[in-house]
C-alpha cells in the first residue's frame, strides 16, 4: 500500500507532486480526512474552508509547476494575514475581520506555489491572552506549547506538512519541541515579518514547521536567505552542549533529551564539549523582559485606545508599563544584547560549528491554561541568529521532546546543513511517532 | 477678521476646537477651500474624499472631545494603511488597493479624535521607483523632497496642519527643510509601525509634521512617548554643531541654515560649540547602506516573486543583491551602529545638551525626477535617537532651508522641550512664510 498523502513529509510530497505520481488535488483532500478525523480533539484550526482548499488545489494541479513548493498545503498562524481569510489575532476586537492581503512571508511561498490551507489557533497576539483551545496531539490533556500553538499541533499530528509561527520568546521552537516537529527560526529580519502582528520589533521573527531538516531547507530557498553550504558529516564536528545560564529550569524531559542528543552525536563521532557563556550572557533573560515589555507597550497602544475593554489584561499592563521598565533600562538592555551577538558570534570557528541547547524545560505540562516556558528560548530569540528545532525522544510523562542547534547570526544555509547531517543521529523517534499518532 | 482657519498651527486649532470658538467642520472646509484652490499645482494628495471628510467632521462635532487632536484633519502618506482610503505605495502592483484596517499610528490618533483628511503622495513604496507627482509649495519647478513628499507639501502649503510621514534615509525630515515645517522623526521603535509599508526593519520610522513645535508635541503626548521634563531656556544651552562626516556635500542654502541657526542661538546666549563625531562615525553612512539595501531585499521579495514586471528596477536590485552586500559586511554595519548608538549617547550630558545639524545639503533642488538627497539623514536615522525638523531660513534659491536638533534615543520629551525653546529663536521666517504662500 503506497503512503497515505498526508503522512509524508513536505519534500516527499513535494517529489511526489513534480513526478506527477501525486496530484495536489490527492494532498490536499489526505489532509482533510486527516483533519476531520482528529479535529475534535486537537483543535488546531481557528478557520479552514476544505471545498476553497481543494478549489485551489485544483487550479493549482493545472498550471505549470512554480517549483518545490507547488502544491504544498500552509496552515498559516492567525496573527499572519491571509488574502483569503480572517486575520483574527484570536482577539474578540478582530473577530472576524479580513484584510485581503497577504503578509510578505504568505505571498512568498504563495507565488512559489504552496496553498494556504487554513489558519491555526494562537495565543491572543501572540502575546498574551487568551490561549488557543489546541492540544496536544499525544495527549489531549497537555498543551501543544504556544504561542504558535495550532501550526505545531497541526504539523505535529499529520494534518498539514507545513506551516508558519512567529516566535518573540519561544513561540515558535517550544512547540516544536512539545509536537515532535522540526521548525526553524532564521536569523532576525532575513524574512520580512511585514502582515505578521507585532508585538516587539527586535524579538519577532517568523518562522516555519515541517517533519524534516530537507523540509525546512526547501522553504528556506524559497526565502533565498541560504547560499550553498558545504556538505557536512557529523564525524568530526564541533558541538558545544550549552546548558545556558536558565539551567535550574531545566525538567526531567528536558535533561533527558539535551544529555540523549549530545551522546548521540559523541557516538556518531562529533566532538561534543560543554560551552560556558561569558558572564554578561546571564542578564539576557532579563533584557529579553524589558525590552519585550516596552516594545509591547508601545505595540499594543492602537488597540488600548480604541478597544480597551477588549484588550487582555496582560497586553493593556504592557502599556500601562506596570514594570516600570525606564528609558534607561532599556537602553542598556539594547546595549547588552547588541553586544552579546558579536561575541556569540565570533564563537563559532575553528572550536566549535554548533550549538546543542534544550528547547524547552521538558515535555509539554499538563492544561491548556499555560503554553510552557519559553526560558530556553529567549535568550536565542534576543541574539538573532537561526534556531533550529529538532525532536529528539519521548520524555517520562510520554510526551515527545526536541532540542535545539544554534548557529551565529546570518549562517543559516549551514547551520541547516549541519541540522541535515545531525538530525538522523539525533532524532531516533519518528517510528515511535507514527506509530503513536496513526495506530 | 479672524485667522482663516487652515492657517492655524495644529494646536491653535485644538484650542479652538476645545473652546468650541471653532468647529471641527469649519476647520475641514477650510483645509478643503485651500486644497481646491491649490492642489492643480501642489498635488500633495493621491486621494482624498471631500464629502466623506465632511461627514466625520460633523460626527466629531456632534462627539465629546477625546483630547487635544479631537477633529484635527491629517494627512497619511500613503505607504500607511487606513480603514477608510486605499493604500497603493504608489505602485501599480496595489492601485486601489484598500486594506480596511488602519496601521497603528493611524488607529493612534483617530482614537484620540482625529479625522483622516486622505492620502498623500509618495516615492514608490517610500523607498526607490516613480517619485510622486507633487511639486514644492514655493516653487512648483523644484521637489517638495521626499519620500514623503505629498506630507511635506500638503503641511508646508496650509493645507492640512498635520501628516504622518516615514523615514528610511531622509525621507521625513528632509521634506521638513524642503516645505519650511516642522518635523519629528521619534525614537526609533518607540511608536509602533505596523502597517506602514516596511522597507528596512532597523531603519523605518514613522514620523509626523506640524507648523510648531506645540503641534509636535500634541501629537507626542497621544503615542505616550513623552515624559515630563524640566522647561528649557536657551541661555546656557550647551548646543554642538554638528557638520556631520558627510559636511563636503553641503551646499550653499544648507550652509546658510547651519551657520544662521548657530549665530542665533548663540546670540540668544546658548553656547555653541563645534563638535567632532569619533572616527568610527564616518563608516555610518556606508553601514546605513549595506543595512537599507540587505534589508530591503528581504522587504521586496514577496513583489519580486508575485509582481515582478511591475516592480521598479531600484526595488528589484535590492532582491538581486546588485551591491554584493555580504552576510559579513551587513553584521560589520550592525556592530558599528551597534557600537556607535551608547558613544553617540554618552556624548550629552554636562557639555552637551543637544546636537545642531543640516536637514539637507541646502534648498529643494529643480526638477520632480529627484527628491534631493538623504546624505546628511542617514546616519541619524541609524543612530535611533530622536531628530526634530525646525525651518530656518530662505536659502539662495528663495527656498526655505531647516536644520536638525538631535538628541539621545529615547529622550524624545527633554529634546521637544529643548525644541519648543530653540524654535522661536532659530526660525525667524514664520511671517515670510505665510506672505510668501497667502500672498
Known amino acids: ?35 476531520a478525523s482528529r479535529d475534535a480533539v486537537v483543535k488546531a484550526w481557528l478557520r479552514l474552508d476544505p471545498e476553497h482548499a481543494i478549489r485551489r488545489a485544483r487550479e493549482a494541479d493545472k498550471l505549470p509547476s512554480k517549483g518545490p513548493l507547488h502544491g504544498l498545503p500552509w496552515g498559516v498562524k492567525d ?22 492581503r497577504d503578509a510578505a512571508p504568505v505571498a512568498v511561498v504563495r507565488g512559489s506555489g504552496s ?10 497576539f501572540a502575546s498574551h491572552g487568551r490561549k488557543a483551545v489546541s492540544t496536544n496531539p499525544y495527549n489531549p490533556a497537555h498543551t501543544p506549547g504556544g504561542s504558535s500553538s495550532g501550526s505545531g499541533a497541526a504539523v505535529g499530528d499529520w494534518q498539514v ?13 517550544r512547540p516544536a519541541s512539545f509536537n515532535g516537529i522540526y521548525g526553524l527560526k532564521p536569523s532576525w529580519n532575513r524574512v520580512s515579518r511585514e502582515g505578521v502582528r507585532m508585538s516587539s520589533m527586535t524579538l519577532d521573527t517568523i518562522g516555519w514547521y515541517g517533519r524534516c531538516v530537507e523540509d525546512l531547507i526547501m522553504v528556506g530557498e524559497a526565502f533565498r536567505i541560504f547560499r550553498s553550504s558545504a556538505p557536512v558529516e557529523v564525524k568530526g564536528l564541533r558541538v558545544g552542549v550549552c546548558r545556558s545560564p536558565v539551567w535550574r529550569e531545566i525538567e526531567a524531559g528536558g535533561e533527558l533529551a539535551l544529555s540523549t542528543a549530545a551522546k548521540r552525536l559523541a557516538d556518531a563521532g562529533a566532538i561534543v564539549e560543554d560551552l560556558e557563556l561569558p558572564d554578561p550572557f546571564s542578564w539576557l533573560h532579563d533584557a529579553h523582559t524589558a525590552i519585550s515589555n516596552s516594545e509591547g507597550g508601545a505595540s499594543f497602544l492602537p488597540e488600548y485606545v480604541n478597544a480597551h475593554a477588549l484588550l487582555a489584561q496582560g497586553l493593556r499592563d504592557k502599556v500601562d508599563n506596570v514594570l516600570q521598565i525606564t528609558s534607561q533600562q532599556l ?6 544584547a547588541d553586544s552579546c551577538r558579536p561575541v556569540l558570534d565570533r564563537m563559532f570557528g575553528p572550536s566549535l560549528d ?22 530556553f528560548n529567549k535568550m536565542w530569540t ?15 510523562k510520554g510526551l515527545p521532546v526536541g532540542v535545539t542547534l544554534v548557529g551565529p547570526q546570518m549562517s543559516d544555509g549551514r547551520l541547516l546543513a549541519i541540522a541535515a547531517a545531525c538530525a538522523p543521529v539525533i532524532d531516533a523517534a519518528p517510528e515511535e511517532r507514527v506509530r503513536r499518532l496513526w495506530g
Chains 1, 2 share one sequence.
Open 382 to 396: 534576543l541574539m538573532h541568529g537561526p534556531n533550529v528545532g529538532i525532536p529528539c525522544c519521548f520524555g517520562p
Open 1 to 35: 500500500m503506497e503512503t497515505e498523502p498526508a503522512r509524508m513529509t513536505a519534500a516527499e510530497a513535494s517529489a511526489a507532486i513534480q513526478a506527477r505520481k501525486m496530484s495536489c488535488e490527492e494532498l490536499v483532500r489526505s489532509c482533510l480526512t486527516r483533519i
Open 79 to 100: 496573527v499572519i494575514d491571509t488574502a483569503d481569510y480572517p486575520t483574527t489575532q484570536n482577539s474578540p476586537i478582530y473577530d472576524g475581520f479580513q484584510v485581503g
Open 354 to 375: 554548533v550549538i546543542l541547547t534544550p528547547s524547552s524545560p521538558g515535555e509539554a505540562p499538563e492544561g491548556l491554561h499555560t503554553t510552557g516556558d519559553a526560558v
Open 331 to 336: 537602553l542598556e538592555a539594547y546595549a547588552l
Open 115 to 124: 496553498l494556504i490551507l487554513g489558519k491555526t489557533d494562537t495565543v491572543e
Open 161 to 173: 506538512p507545513l506551516a508558519f509561527g512567529t516566535q518573540t520568546g519561544g513561540s515558535h521552537i
